[in-house]
C-alpha cells in the first residue's frame, strides 16, 4: 500500500489564514487574492499531490479569486478529508490482513 503524505494540521490552518489575511485590508484584499490565488494553488497541489491536491488546487484558486469565498478553509477541509480517507484505507487493509491469516494463506 502506498502511503501518502499528510501535511501537519498547524500548517494547512496557517495556510488558510494566509488566504483570509486579505479580508483585513479593504481595497488591497481583493488585488492580493488575484496575486495569491495562483501561488496557493501551487502549494495546495504539492502539499496534497495525487487526485485531492488536483482537484483541490483548482478548486483552492477559484475559491481565493473569486470575491467572498475566502472564509472557505480549503486547506483544512482537504486535511480532514485526507486523514478519514486514510484511515479508512488503512482499515481495509487490516480487514484483508486478517482474513488472510484466518484463511492461512
Known sequence: MERRFTPALWTCIVMDLIGCA???VPVLG???DVIWAP???IIFYRMFGSNLGAFGSVFN???ELFPGLDFIPTF???WVVRKVTQSIRERKTAQ???RYKVAGV
Open 39 to 41: 501561488i496557493s494553488a
Open 76 to 78: 483544512t477541509l482537504s
Open 61 to 63: 484558486f477559484i475559491e
Open 96 to 98: 484483508k490482513v486478517r
Open 30 to 32: 481583493e488585488v492580493s
Open 22 to 24: 486579505s479580508y483585513s
